[in-house]
């Protein structure tokens, strides 16, 4: 049989009918999925085939929107009258012991700079920096007594992205697609998207890692300049079909060879070139906004310089969860206000707070709301007291320090209740009094809404079997439909 | 290998293994079953978590044999002779009304036949060690705590396939089974598959000539020492060694600061390879080297291995608590890399199936705890000179700069120390000087990967035994960061001023290579039990001892760091020589005879192969630990040098190829991907070593590192090989992470190998790789006269190190043809593929050679070896 006279597609089906190494049906059942041409992609040789969860779920989807640096929850969610009235005096005594950071200890309160209003049916505070966000009160569960285990940026990210401070972790969206794999054939599974305000992200590709998993699993980054994937774009010189030409003689010379070798690995090499081919069309379709309204467009900010990075993101979110992407994480940094707080803060508030709710809002209009669970927050939140490491700021300059014994967080759709405040800080925001979770429970919690048990969605390494919540977890049905 | 196979293999390899070899049908096996090989696996797997070291539900334990055959509070469950009386019988095949395990899935029907069987056979169980009395940590049965014994060869009947002792082990196994091995791989295979398992490069056209022409009888062996001598094998085993000791440029975690001299312990593990250090010697250098009587710079560099552990730099960070985390680091290391267990299991509580006890993991940690950082000066050849002639005048300037401020400045610095130790002893008091006492300890050699809790070494040791060395830097120190003190004193003596001039004449100066090291604190700490894992909690103290399933050695004084180095690799340890060759082996097959190369534990998998492995540990030891040899050894096994075609009749029976019938096809690891297409395409510098370097990468790459720019190397360093890539933790190179390089972030003993479309975009688009494409092509043009096929056929050779065959020329010129006809009607696009010219060559036709350089560079078979 000559191959290479025939049509490249018609060609590779009649070789893999006719190859005797049993993985034919496989392979062309693959090939015919890649054409539209129904038959599901067998899941032997894609790790990322959609999979069943452990019971029915109330979230398809993710979408995490990851504060990192750690916002303050006390000048955002939580008003606290106490320290207006005692700002600038020490915090008792009784406090003192929970602080193992001896520097806190002679810091003083600091009253927020900001002014709280009320939303919705709920009542729901919010700051004067987040009206947007305020608007959708009633969709959003605000957890107020979040706890984690470490006052260092990097590590309490992993712990809240990897259920643990150590590196090497799986992150949770590589246990998720792990778990549930991903519903869309021309986009991974787990996508990353970062808005900065120049620097990096502290720890950057630990955090969205897969550890051990295997490496599918690893968060995908697009990327907001040049390629959005890496090496998206063709060489200089090479239109779409001199790639088509690169292509077919790449898989035609594969197949040739399978035959001689025998090795189905092969197989699935030509199953990701041609995914690799089919990403260069579905990803700059994915960012092309000509076909969104404009209305659209100017609801998540679009055409503000101010909302345009992260509502561009927002936006892209809802495209790919719309297209089957199981778990986007959107970062926006950073959020780390030691000095000069009422400033910085309102600044990444300008840049976050229209887009958050248009995508909520967007989200619930298209119907997908119910199946996606929207996650905001960051690694802690911040001390009710000045920051003390500084040298001493002028009045208005001051920020605060790490906090990791009560912060806040919120979740929105995807099984959670809406209109729900949840758990209680006492009157200063120092600790939790009611309802405390610790990021495991929210870890449980959300793997819950995606119908897995976190104790079940486990994998078996070094002698172990290892899961998102570590040892730990627990899942809080009371923020639960 | 792909993902599902590497899921199941992990789980189930040990059980399924046997039951696949020992009982293809469901019926009662005909062989002796084995309890090591056949049962103890199904104890281990299945019944230990109940009935095990750590609990023994009803009285039943069974990894002992005295107390197993007692049985449990209901009498005997073993009847030797008489599977029918046993009650395990009744238990596990469910026939009464209990059924055991009571959670997961029953016993296959395999396992209870096998269970059936050895009763039957007598349940002939072999003596080990008598446990101890009651209260005292007991010995384990688990076959690699067990000494290692040389086996005799097993008899095979098809001897004149045997080429040395490892291919009887196979042979044996294979004749058992009913099957051939196969047959000899041709030469272009043997040729490429050495000189990439041996020094990780495809083999020129004129080698591959050669080799394939030459008739001597002792060809392929002449090949194995050339390769074997030459620098380039050192660079592709370094790398290996390199994932184990997670080594990286960077500190990690937030900040990420530079380790700008990480890679002259990268440079001594190339040398170390080259020269073939034996592996004992090699391992007692890196742990403990510095402890060596009148240890050499070299040996000293040496302990670099574990200065590669994370350092937090990020305010707010405790330097005592990632101290310990360090500690606890090198103690996981050391387990996995010489013992092959996973002891960190055991930081928090007693670790679940091995015999490791918490108290046993803080006395391991007790060898290291007291092991401080430092970086030495440590020159390459003809730095030393240079460096001397030009100190005087660094002298004189920096004299000159400083004046009589020492002097001036002593009573500041006498009580700016004062106050910040105070802040030691009564913390919480004054957050100025806390702040004081914790800076110390976060920027002291911060971004020159120095010892970080040097500072607080030196500030808490007399002034009057401190070195001179030792005061000028806390000189210094306290000029950059001790104003609080003074701070009108400061400004009348223009101190910033000063530090400028410093930090000017320091760049400009003439310097030595430094390298990180260790040495022993002279104020030894006391080491504790963490108790759950906390170092804040702290449980009895202990001393420096060896886990009791090791026996006792007879030391006599308080054992240091090098004492455990050298048991390590003594013949009382039965683990550093089985987990060495294992990881050999696994480098050379595509996997261990132990697939499990990093858990050799209960939980690990079982050996494929256990008399070969042990008769390879044994050869390795007796051998002298000579790792060349040993290598030699397998790469001239006939087993190694088997075609690695599937066998169809075989997919079903062995489909993870345990029972090597063939050799396996490997895809390439992440550097050895890069150096290829370098070196095919003319491009690789050859240079060995030196400072590691920048190759081009995408900006949104590099701005993920905090605040680190990457600074694009010029000239042949863009293309340098892969192992010499600046390392940054945060942010590592992305073609290595596309391709499983592993996170440097802790040990790695064995690699993924994934395959995905992001893998596919980077062989296609990165300008990296298309450059390659490009260098190919004019290569290609430029050495080889003739037609297009003469053409294609030189390239395809490049590439894969194999002619093409007619097929493959006819698919390669309908390509090039289509290709060509097409830039006809796009000028523009020409320039943009080729951008050189060659004479004689039309343009577009040189064009379009670009084009068919990358199909080949994107052919599976060129990022596999066969």
């Keep these: ?481 | 290998m792909n993902q599902s196979r590497i899921l199941l293999t992990a789980g189930i390899a040990g059980v399924l293994g046997t039951i696949l070899v020992a009982s293809p049908q469901a019926s009662p096996p005909k062989i002796k079953v084995d309890y090591q090989r056949d049962i103890a696996p199904i104890f281990q797997t299945r019944c230990y978590s109940c009935h095990g070291p750590a609990q023994q539900t009803n009285g039943l334990r069974l990894d002992i044999k005295a107390a197993a055959m007692a049985g449990g509070v209901s009498g005997p469950s073993i009847k030797p002779g008489s599977s029918a009386d046993s009650k395990l019988i009744q238990l596990v095949s469910g026939t009464g009304k209990t059924v055991m395990p009571p959670v997961g899935p029953r016993l296959s029907e395999d396992q209870v036949a096998l269970l059936q069987a050895w009763i039957d056979q007598g349940a002939s169980w072999p003596e080990t060690e008598t446990p101890s009395q009651a209260g005292a940590p007991l010995k384990s049965a688990h076959w690699a705590f067990q000494p290692v014994h040389r086996p005799d060869p097993p008899s095979v009947r098809k001897r004149p396939w045997v080429r040395n002792p490892i291919d009887i082990f196979i042979l044996a196994r294979l004749e058992s089974e009913g099957i051939d091995p196969s047959p000899e791989a041709d030469r272009y295979t043997q040729i490429r598959r050495l000189s990439l398992d041996l020094i990780g490069i495809p083999p020129g056209p004129r080698e591959i000539a050669e080799f394939v022409q030459d008739n001597r009888p002792n060809a392929y062996e002449r090949l194995v020492d050339r390769l074997l001598a030459s620098s380039q094998y050192g660079e592709k085993w370094a790398r290996h060694w390199l994932d184990l000791a997670r080594y990286a440029d960077s500190d990690g975690y937030e900040t990420d600061q530079l380790r700008p001299y990480a890679w002259r312990y990268r440079d001594w593990v190339i040398n170390a390879l080259n020269r073939n250090l034996p592996y004992d010697q090699f391992t007692i250098e890196q742990l403990a080297g510095d402890l060596l009587p009148d240890a050499t710079v070299e040996q000293k560099v040496a302990t670099g291995f574990n200065r590669n552990t994370l350092s937090n730099r990020e305010g707010g960070a405790d330097p005592e608590e990632y101290r310990v985390e360090q500690i606890v680091d090198r103690t996981s290391t050391m387990g996995t890399v010489w013992l092959g267990m996973t002891v960190g299991c055991a930081r928090c509580h007693n670790h679940k199936y091995d015999p490791i006890s918490q108290k046993e993991f803080y006395q391991l940690y007790a060898f290291f705890n007291n092991a401080d950082e430092i970086n030495i000066s440590a020159p390459t050849p003809g730095e030393l000179g240079q460096y001397l002639r030009a100190r005087p005048e660094y002298e004189k300037k920096r004299r000159e700069i400083l004046g009589d401020l020492e002097k001036q400045l002593a009573p500041q610095q006498a009580a700016w120390e004062k106050k910040t130790l105070e802040a030691v002893s009564n913390p919480g008091k004054d957050y100025h000087w806390d702040r004081q006492w914790e800076l110390l300890g976060l920027v002291w050699e911060g971004g020159k990967g120095g010892g970080q809790l040097e500072g607080r070494f030196i500030i808490e040791t007399e002034p009057a035994k401190r070195t001179e060395t030792q005061k000028e830097r806390f000189f210094e120190y306290f000029l950059r960061q001790g104003e609080l003190i003074d701070p009108p004193r400061f400004k009348e003596l223009n101190i910033k001023d000063v530090v400028k001039k410093l930090d000017d004449l320091e760049n400009a100066a003439t310097r030595l290579t430094q390298a990180p090291t260790f040495f022993e604190n002279p104020h030894p700490r006391t080491s504790y039990v963490h108790l759950r894992g906390d170092f804040r909690s702290k449980g009895i103290d202990v001393e420096p001892a060896l886990p009791a399933v090791f026996g006792s050695p007879q030391w006599d004084k308080k054992p240091s760091r090098l004492t455990f180095a050298r048991w390590l690799v003594s013949k009382q340890n039965p683990l550093a020589a089985r987990v060495a060759v294992n990881r050999l082996w696994q480098e050379l097959f595509g996997a261990g005879i132990v697939l499990t190369s990093e858990d050799f534990g209960t939980h690990g998998s079982r050996p494929t192969h256990p008399e070969l492995l042990d008769w390879l540990a044994s050869e390795y030891m007796d051998g002298g630990w000579d790792t060349k040899q040993m290598i030699r050894l397998i790469v001239t096994s006939a087993t190694y040098r088997q075609s690695s075609r599937v066998r169809k009749e075989l997919e079903v029976r062995d489909p993870a190829n345990t029972l090597l019938a063939r050799q396996s096809r490997v895809r390439l690891a992440a550097e050895i991907i890069r150096d290829s297409s370098l070196a095919v395409s003319g491009l690789l510098s050859n240079t060995v070593g030196g400072p590691s370097v920048h190759p081009p990468q995408p900006e949104s790459v590099t701005k993920q590192a905090f605040e680190t720019p990457w600074v694009e190397s010029t000239g042949p360093d863009r293309y340098r090989r892969g192992l010499y890539i600046w390392l940054q933790r945060t942010a590592p190179y992305a073609q290595l992470i596309n391709f499983d390089a592993p996170d440097p972030v802790r040990t790695c003993s064995r690699r993924e190998r994934s395959d995905t479309p992001l893998q596919a975009l980077n062989m296609l688009n990165d300008p990296v790789f298309f450059e390659a494409a490009q260098s190919l092509a004019m290569r290609i043009l430029s050495e080889k006269n003739g037609g297009t096929a003469d053409r294609i056929r030189y390239g395809f050779e490049l590439c894969t190190s194999r002619p093409p065959d007619s097929d493959e020329i006819q698919r390669l010129t309908l390509y090039f043809n289509r290709q060509r006809d097409s830039l006809k009607s796009e000028p523009a696009a020409v320039p943009a593929l080729f951008p050189n010219r060659v004479d004689g060559t039309d343009p577009v036709d040189a064009a379009a050679w670009t084009g068919l350089s990358s199909v080949l560079l994107n052919l599976d078979e060129f990022i596999t070896r066969e």
């Design chain 1, 1 to 481: 049989m000559n191959l290479w006279d025939l049509n490249a597609t018609e060609s590779r089906r009649r070789f893999l009918r006719n190859s005797g190494f049993g993985i034919g049906s496989v392979a062309l059942a693959q090939l015919f999925a890649e054409e539209g041409r129904g038959a599901p992609a067998t899941p032997v040789a894609d790790p990322m085939a959609p999979k069943k969860p452990h019971f029915s779920p109330k979230a398809k989807n993710v979408i995490f929107l990851f504060m990192a640096g750690a916002p303050s929850q006390l000048d955002l969610f939580e008003p606290k009258p106490a320290l207006t009235k005692y700002h600038n005096q020490p915090i008792p005594d009784s406090m003192k012991s929970a602080l193992v950071d001896t520097f806190k200890q002679n810091a003083r309160l600091m009253a927020s700079p900001r002014e709280f209003k009320h939303y919705g049916q709920s009542g729901m505070p919010f700051s004067d920096l987040l009206p947007h966000t305020g608007t959708c009160a009633d969709d959003i569960c605000m957890m107020y007594s979040l706890r984690t285990d470490i006052t260092n940026h990097h590590p309490a990210q992993l712990i809240l992205n990897c259920g643990t401070s150590m590196f090497g972790r799986p992150s949770m969206g590589s246990w998720v697609t792990y778990g549930l794999g991903s519903e869309s054939r021309n986009l991974p599974g787990f996508v990353v998207l970062t808005s900065t305000s120049g620097l990096g992200i502290e720890g950057g590709a630990s955090n969205w890692a897969s550890g051990f998993l295997p490496s599918n699993y690893r968060g995908v980054t697009f990327r907001s300049a040049g390629d959005p994937v890496l090496y998206l774009s063709n060489p200089p010189g090479l239109n779409v079909e001199a790639q088509r030409l690169r292509l077919d003689a790449v898989s035609d010379l594969n197949q040739h060879h399978l035959a001689s070798t025998g090795d189905t690995e092969i197989a699935a090499r030509i199953a990701s070139y041609e995914l690799a081919f089919r990403m260069q069309a579905s990803v700059p379709e994915l960012g092309d906004f000509s076909k969104e309204s404009a209305s659209t467009l100017e609801m998540y900010g679009i055409q503000n310089e101010v909302t345009r990075p992260f509502g561009t993101n927002c936006l892209l979110a809802r495209r790919m969860i719309e297209r089957g992407v199981r778990f986007v994480q959107l970062y926006h940094s950073s959020w780390d206000d030691h000095a000069d707080l009422n400033k910085k803060i309102t600044k990444n508030c300008n840049m976050i707070d229209q887009p958050t709710a248009a995508l909520l809002r967007d989200l619930k209009q298209r119907g997908l709301l119910d199946t996606t669970l929207v996650v905001w927050g960051g690694e802690f939140g911040r001390t009710p007291m000045y920051e003390v490491r500084l040298a001493s700021p002028e009045p208005g300059k001051e920020g605060r320090d790490h906090h990791a014994l009560a912060f806040a967080m919120w979740a929105a759709g995807g099984g959670m209740k809406g209109g729900l405040l949840f758990g209680k800080t006492d009157d200063i925001g120092f600790q939790a009094v009611e309802n405390q979770m610790h990021v495991h429970d929210l870890q449980a919690t959300i793997l819950h809404c995606l119908g897995l048990d976190h104790t079940r969605l486990t994998y078996r390494h070094q002698g172990r079997d290892f899961r998102l919540t570590d040892v730990a977890g627990n899942v809080v049905h009371e923020v639960l439909t």
